[in-house]
């Protein structure tokens, strides 16, 4: 059982909110949540870059049972409004250095790099749940996708590119660390709010949703 005890709009309005932190009271098995941890450093140890994660569209299931197993478990905290997909399960041990890093829009709910035609007219939600002890830091941009076109941008709609914005445009939010009673999540419109996690030294645990609206 998952209540929702705070919601907090970061970006928007109550009528239309973009980004918007929720604390939920969920009771979570702690031995489930360190195998999970472990099933994905053990692979993260070995990575050059010092990050792995459980993809559902492009790894094998088998190979990460107490994962799959966690995401199940905490999905109930998003709700049925919507429907929800897992993208990733991932852990980092230190700051990454991908290449793939940067701000970007979401065109897939998944970890598609190309907006599928039967979606064109759709936005994404996307939902991050902090698993880890440290805070989760994202940056993103407080204006959408559509502003930021207007104002001169160019932002392709339909495929994955990362984009560069102004230092003095950048703004932060930190997802809060789990802890033994409270999980928290941050859900915005990630095909409109331009984003990129952030990740330090000590490295994250999270877990990642999306969801088609219009």
């Known amino acids: 059982m998952a209540i929702e005890v705070e919601r907090k709009i970061i970006l928007g309005t109550a009528e239309k909110p973009m980004m918007v932190l929720e604390k939920h009271i969920i009771k979570i098995d702690k031995k489930l949540l360190d195998n999970a941890r472990e099933e994905l450093f053990t692979y993260a140890e070995k990575s050059e870059v010092g990050t792995w994660g459980y993809f559902p569209e492009i790894k094998d299931e088998n ?24 993208a990733f399960i991932r852990v980092a041990t230190k700051e990454s250095k991908s290449e793939n890093g940067g701000f970007h829009i979401d065109v897939d709910i998944g970890v598609g790099h190309k907006k599928l035609e039967q979606f064109k007219d759709r936005e994404i939600i996307r939902a991050l749940i ?5 805070p989760r830091k994202l940056a993103y941009i407080d204006k959408t996708r559509d502003e930021l076109i207007q104002e001169g941008f160019k932002i392709n709609e339909n495929k994955y590119e990362i984009l560069k914005f102004p230092e003095k445009m950048i703004k932060t939010i930190d997802i809060p660390a789990i802890n033994e009673e409270n999980l928290w999540v941050l859900k915005f419109c990630s095909s409109q709010i331009p984003h990129f996690g952030l990740t330090d030294e000590h490295g994250h645990f999270l877990a990642a949703y999306g969801a088609w609206t219009n």
């Open 63 to 86: 190979n990460y049972p107490f994962s799959i197993k966690l995401t199940k478990d905490i999905k109930i905290i998003l709700g049925h409004r919507l429907d929800w997909k897992l």
């Open 130 to 134: 902090n698993l880890y002890s440290y």
